[in-house]
C-alpha cells in the first residue's frame, strides 16, 4: 500500500509566520504534489515535483516555495503567513515522472493538513 | 482555460439504490479519468480509473467514458449510507506531466 504522511493534522500559525508543512512518502514515487482544498472551490494545484531539487508551478503558486531535497520528501513553505492561507492543506505523489501513453497515474493522498492563520 | 464540472449536488438516494454521478471535461485531449471519494474533514481516497471508452466495473461501483461527448460517470449499486461522501472527478491535464484536474466534487447523501 502507498502511503504518503503529512506532519502536522491540525496547525494554527499568526499572520506573518514563516510556515513549514512537511510530506513523505515511501513508495518511492517519482512526482509529488501540493494542492490547497477550499470549500467550493475544490482542489488548486499549488506547486509539484517530478523530481529531486525539481519543481514546477501549478495553479496558485504565488505566497508558497517548495523544497525537494531528497526523493521521498516534499516540503511546502509559506514565507510569511497570511489570512487568506487558511485552508486544507494536501499533499499526493504518483509513481511517474511524465505521462505515459495511457496518461497519467493514480495520484495517492496524504491525510491533510487543516491550517488556519490568525 | 482547462475544466472540469460536477453538480455540487446534494445528491440524495435511498438506500439500495442507483446513485448516477456525472462529469464533463473540457479537453479533448485528456486520456484518463479518475473517481475519488472524499468523506468530511478526510483526504481523498481513489475510487476507480479508467482510459478507454465504455463501462468499467469494480464491485458496486462502475465508471461509464464517452469520449465523444467528454462525459464520464460513475455508478454506484446497491447504494449504502457509508457510500455518502463527495465525490471527486479528475481527469489528466493532457500534457506531458502527470497533473490532474479536478471537479468541485458531488456530495452523495444516502438515506437509510
Known amino acids: 500500500d502507498v502511503k504518503v504522511t503529512q506532519s502536522s493534522r491540525y496547525l494554527v500559525k499568526r499572520t506573518g509566520e514563516k510556515v513549514f508543512l512537511e510530506c513523505v512518502q515511501d513508495m518511492d514515487h517519482e512526482n509529488m504534489f501540493w494542492y490547497r482544498q477550499d470549500p467550493g472551490l475544490g482542489l488548486r494545484l499549488i506547486y509539484f515535483?517530478?523530481?529531486?531539487?525539481?519543481?514546477e508551478k501549478g495553479d496558485i503558486p504565488e505566497g508558497y516555495s517548495v523544497s525537494r531535497e531528497k526523493k521521498e520528501r516534499f516540503s511546502l513553505i509559506l514565507e510569511s503567513a497570511s489570512t487568506n492561507q487558511t485552508s486544507m492543506y494536501l499533499c499526493a505523489s504518483s509513481l511517474l515522472p511524465w505521462a505515459g501513453p495511457l496518461g497519467t497515474d493514480t495520484q495517492y493522498f496524504g491525510p491533510g493538513t487543516r491550517l488556519t492563520v490568525l | 482555460q482547462k475544466e472540469v464540472e460536477q453538480n455540487s449536488g446534494p445528491l440524495s438516494v435511498p438506500e439500495g439504490a442507483i446513485a448516477s454521478l456525472n462529469c464533463t471535461y473540457s479537453d479533448r485531449g485528456s486520456q484518463s479519468f479518475f473517481w475519488y471519494r472524499q468523506y468530511s474533514g478526510k483526504s481523498p481516497e481513489l475510487i476507480m480509473f479508467?482510459?478507454?471508452?465504455g463501462d468499467k466495473e469494480d464491485g458496486r461501483f462502475t465508471a461509464q467514458l464517452n469520449k465523444a461527448s467528454q462525459y464520464v460517470s460513475l455508478l454506484i449499486r446497491d447504494s449504502q449510507p457509508s457510500d455518502s461522501a463527495t465525490y471527486l472527478c479528475a481527469v489528466n491535464d493532457g500534457g506531458a506531466t502527470n497533473k490532474l484536474i479536478f471537479g468541485t466534487g458531488t456530495l452523495l447523501a444516502v438515506q437509510p
Open positions: 515535483s517530478y523530481d529531486v531539487k525539481m519543481k
Open positions: 479508467i482510459y478507454s471508452n
